[in-house]
């Protein structure tokens, strides 16, 4: 299942005129592909996954997730669009102090109706990122990079058609982000998800598909690593 952004524009009001965020941005996502988003600070990059992931409606043009366009969608079904096809990796874990490990995955398995395989979906989720052993420990007695892998996890339980994730190594040292780029492309391979990786650290980048630059809401380059 793929991601695709046709021609889309969003503006912001801001004062007696609107700012625009994104400008006529198109983007095709394929499935089993990593897609990486990079440029400065206000080029639009959260914009696009805020987009991307159905919570701000565009000005103009589609967004189609998994052969199923958005457009004209209201929001309880834009909703289950979500719940159930598109993962979101947050910058930080927000992860939920009083819950186990296991327990942030059950939580997410439970609301798309898997009560009686959530715990199954949440040991084999946390087993994908090397945590297995560490199933019942809460978020303040994991590292940065544990905790961030449960945050990977918990997006990927319910087995999305696509995964947004943003600025996953901002808070890690050096060799956790790159661990956790390569963890990311790893399952992004395995269940064949269309991955958009907004990050400002171009050093791990080897291993994506696509690198796209956004400046003032553009696209200024577009690279393919298969060329």
Known sequence: ???????????????????????????????????????????????LLAVAATLITPDTGTITIGGTSTTGLNRAVLARLRRRHVGIVFQQANLLPALTAAEQLRVVARLDGRRGGADLQAEAGLAEVGLAELAHRRPHQLSGGQRQRVNIARALVNRPAVLLVDEPTSALDRASGAAIIDLLTARTREHGVATVLVTHDRAHLDGVDQVVELVDGQIAVRVSRAE
């Open 1 to 47: 299942m793929t991601l695709v952004l046709d021609s889309v524009t969003l503006t912001y009001p801001d004062g007696d005129r609107r700012l625009t965020a994104l400008d006529d941005v198109s983007l095709h996502v394929p499935a089993g592909t990593v897609t990486a988003v990079v440029g400065p600070s206000g080029s639009g990059k959260s914009s």
